[in-house]
């Protein structure tokens, strides 16, 4: 699909059903927009995982299940708090990102193969959008048959540091709403009345690469859409991920020691240039020598056949002359 595009699937799984017998999912995975009907997404009992998948913790982060190479993480969740996930990706991602002009969200289904109706797996793709280009960040891959939910991508790792504690922030609030009855069912609309919760600590993970600013003038966030409007507030208000996120910036400080570094480089290319031309003459003159000592070889030997020469003329005249 998109340049940069990660194989979403590391772990094709493969479930046991209520007869007992395996059932490998239908391949049939299409783009679409996610159901305004939240039902598609719920389920009584989680299949039985079988085959190659990796255990995966209770809503917790482990980067040690796949090598860094996979560049994946997986966790699962529970029945009763797997719609709480697909709500909380539905509006930070589907909604809130994919409405920005720096980034693309696209979303996936694949259809159960017993009812249309109901939905076996979703997956996600995050993609920062330029006028040229499009990168993938990260795909989400929602299990729902088994609760399973994965990430995979070149920027796995940071989302587990900014985006994994926001989410799981959103999933417990929703879960301690006063609407969140019974278990297990939609909430009603008045859970999603502010949007801010589904866009806390947003510019945390959703940043620029490259900004060129002063070191006064840092933006946090410059995307000014309308579901967008709270989100500074809410960022400034509270940060749920424990790290400090640090902004890839250029600011005069680090032009500075970049300058630096060119000089550094510059002074380096220079003295490298110097060796050679030192290292050309001394060849050259190694050169010289050995033609030189050549020639020398070649008159001595010259000489030494001319003195054998007449060494041997005398001896014939001797023996003549007897």
Known sequence: MEQGKESHDTEDE??????GKSETKSPCVRITKPSKDLNRYLVDKFNQSTGKSKNAPFEAIDLGIYRPSAKCLAFSTSEDRLLLWVTAFLYRYYEIT???????????????PSSASKCDKIIIHLLADSSTTEEQLIAITVFVTTGRIQV???????????EFPVLLNIVNTLNDHPDRQPLNQPLTSSAFEDLSLFGDSFPNFFTNFVQFVGDDDIPSSNKGENKLATLTTATNAQ?????????LVVSPTRLKSIA????????????????????????E??????????????????????????????????????
């Open 98 to 112: 994919g409405n920005t002009t720096d980034y693309k969200v696209v979303w996936e289904e694949q259809d159960s």
């Open 285 to 322: 003159q190694l050169k010289d020598k050995i033609v030189q000592h050549d020639r020398m070889i070649k008159l001595q030997q010259q000489s030494s056949d001319d003195h054998s020469s007449d060494f041997l003329s005398q001896i014939k005249s001797m023996l003549g002359s007897n």
């Open 260 to 283: 630096t570094m060119r000089a550094t480089l510059g002074q380096l290319e220079a003295d490298f240039s110097q060796f050679q031309i030192v290292s050309s003459g001394n060849i």
């Open 152 to 162: 995979q991508g070149n920027k796995f790792e940071e989302w587990s540091i900014y």
């Open 14 to 19: 493969t479930t046991v059903v209520a007869s």
């Open 239 to 247: 940060t749920v991920s424990t790290h400090d996120p640090e902004t």
